[in-house]
T-cell receptor, first 118, second 112 residues
Framework: AQKVTQAQTEISVVEKEDVTLDCVYETRDTTYYLFWYKQPPSGELVFLIRRNSFDEQNEISGRYSWNFQKSTSSFNFTITASQVVDSAVYFC???????????????FGGGTRLMVKP | DTEVTQTPKHLVMGMTNKKSLKCEQHMGHRAMYWYKQKAKKPPELMFV???????INESVPSRFSPECPNSSLLNLHLHALQPEDSALYLC???????????FGSGTQLSVL
């Protein structure tokens, strides 16, 4: 069975602080994808990143960076110099496309609510 | 156009009403999805359509009835809902069932 755990339910930081959102996953499969989505108050989930299980290179996109470590089954997300507009709920998700007929069935973590105060 | 458009944005209905939620995308995506999200919870998959055919029904009650009239449209027909069905209903699409999902902003449904 697959499981995604986001232990931090809420994080509050002051603007310009760096913040790391933790994600730990469980799967018995060797081929899988990991995702991060952002859900602002407007409701839509905004895709941030997808990594496959064979690519452990860390990735940086502007103020966002992701640290994928298979040894600890973690896929953490860091926002550098946070801004008020970063306030949202962030979901980590896992999919196992080769072992189910529906392909992209996402298992979501519980989400982390990030509040960035001015 | 990288949008998934959902209408209406808000819907209030009684338990005896029949209503429909609509979702549209013009990205040429061949997979479309319905998710249900309760407050402060992650989204839960309801249905998956692949090439206009229903490929997954996650044990959703029959009072929810999906329909995919063509590759750009996805409907969710609602009938005899219960108050516990009140939630945010999210539509998503992807190039195919192995690619990343694009989500709409959802329909906030209240059942009285």
């Amino acid at each position: 069975a697959q499981k995604v755990t986001q232990a931090q339910t809420e994080i509050s930081v002051v603007e310009k602080e760096d913040v790391t959102l933790d994600c730990v996953y469980e799967t018995r499969d060797t081929t899988y994808y990991l995702f991060w989505y952002k859900q602002p108050p407007s409701g839509e989930l905004v895709f941030l990143i997808r990594r496959n299980s064979f690519d452990e290179q860390n990735e940086i996109s502007g103020r966002y960076s992701w640290n994928f470590q298979k040894s600890t089954s973690s896929f953490n997300f860091t926002i550098t110099a946070s801004q008020v507009v970063d306030s949202a709920v962030y979901f980590c998700a896992l999919s196992d496309p080769l072992n189910n007929n529906a392909g992209n069935m996402l298992t979501f973590g519980g989400g982390t609510r990030l509040m960035v105060k001015p | 156009d990288t949008e998934v458009t959902q209408t209406p944005k808000h819907l209030v209905m009684g338990m005896t009403n029949k209503k429909s939620l609509k979702c549209e995308q013009h990205m040429g995506h061949r997979a479309m999805y319905w998710y249900k999200q309760k407050a402060k919870k992650p989204p839960e998959l309801m249905f998956v359509y692949s090439y206009e055919k229903l490929s997954i029904n996650e044990s959703v009650p029959s009072r929810f009835s999906p329909e995919c009239p063509n590759s750009s449209l996805l409907n969710l027909h609602l009938h005899a809902l219960q108050p516990e069905d009140s939630a945010l209903y999210l539509c998503a699409s992807s190039q195919d069932i192995y690619e990343k999902l694009f989500f709409g902003s959802g329909t906030q449904l209240s059942v009285l």
